[in-house]
């Protein structure tokens, strides 16, 4: 078998002036929608993003200080995870649905009776969440009423067909989870997600689909799904020093 190697360099798609020409953009098309989940950005806005930004930052100089024993980098992790689910929640708190971990796979429940959806992202894992999350943007109103947006799942070592259709449904979600990521000030690579497939993946364009999406969305931010636009908004702003990106 041989893997691709295609590694594009995603890091360099939104510098700290494309981060803010990005935020500027997104801002203006959100005071043009009444979207209710935008107007949390809008009510009392700096005491919320300030508040938040605060506390990014101070997880973020933990995770960066060398001295802490992994047992502390473990639990900064879980901290920052934590802070996620938080602005998450609050973000999306109209629209009946929560950000769960699991302690298992990844998996979404629909709504059902007076319980919220459930986005469950796999282990705990920070990294995981933001791609669980990617997923609910794209899926729109229709499939957020199925089991798992309604996708098919093989698990890894699947037939070089399964892959072609696994990357297909891919690139968006990733595309956007790219973008959060970065947004977060964190290195993202994207995941063929079948490390025991026993065909030759070198051909695959995936990597390069997916850093073309994520090029496009920064280039026509309009074409973000509505809650990608929110999400992006509010991890800009928090995620970012107010020396870079003005609230």
């Known amino acids: 078998m041989n893997l691709s190697d295609n590694k594009m360099n995603f890091s360099d798609l939104l510098s700290s002036t494309e981060a803010s020409s990005l935020l500027q953009q997104l801002t203006q098309l959100g005071s043009h929608t009444e979207n209710s989940s935008s107007n949390i950005l809008s009510y009392d806005k700096n005491k919320y993003l300030n508040e938040l930004r605060s506390q990014w930052q101070e997880l973020s100089s933990t995770q960066s200080d060398d001295t802490h024993t992994a047992e502390l980098v473990v639990d900064s992790e879980r901290l920052t995870t934590d802070w996620l689910i938080q602005l998450f929640n609050t973000l999306f708190a109209d629209q009946q649905v929560i950000l769960v971990r699991s302690n298992d796979e990844p998996e979404y ?139």
């Not at 309604?150 to 890894?156: E, F, I, L, V």
């Not at 997916?210 to 509505?226: D, E, F, G, N």
Request: glycine share 4%; aromatic share 12%.
């Open 109 to 247: 429940f629909p709504a059902q009776n007076d319980k919220p959806a459930r986005i469950e992202f796999a282990h705990g894992f920070f990294a995981s969440a933001l791609h669980e999350m990617s997923h609910w943007c794209v899926a729109g109103d229709a499939r957020r009423e199925l089991s798992d947006f309604g996708y098919w799942y093989a698990p890894d070592g699947r037939s070089a067909a399964q892959q072609q259709a696994f990357e297909r449904v891919e690139i968006k979600p990733q595309a956007l989870e790219c973008l959060f990521t970065l947004a977060c000030g964190r290195n993202f690579q994207v995941s063929q997600d079948n490390l025991f497939a026993d065909f030759d993946t070198s051909s695959s364009t995936f990597a390069s689909d997916v850093y073309q999406q994520v090029k496009s969305y920064i280039a026509k931010p309009h074409t973000l799904p509505r809650d990608a636009k929110t999400l992006l908004i509010a991890l800009l702003r928090a995620c970012t020093s107010s020396s870079e990106i003005s609230a």
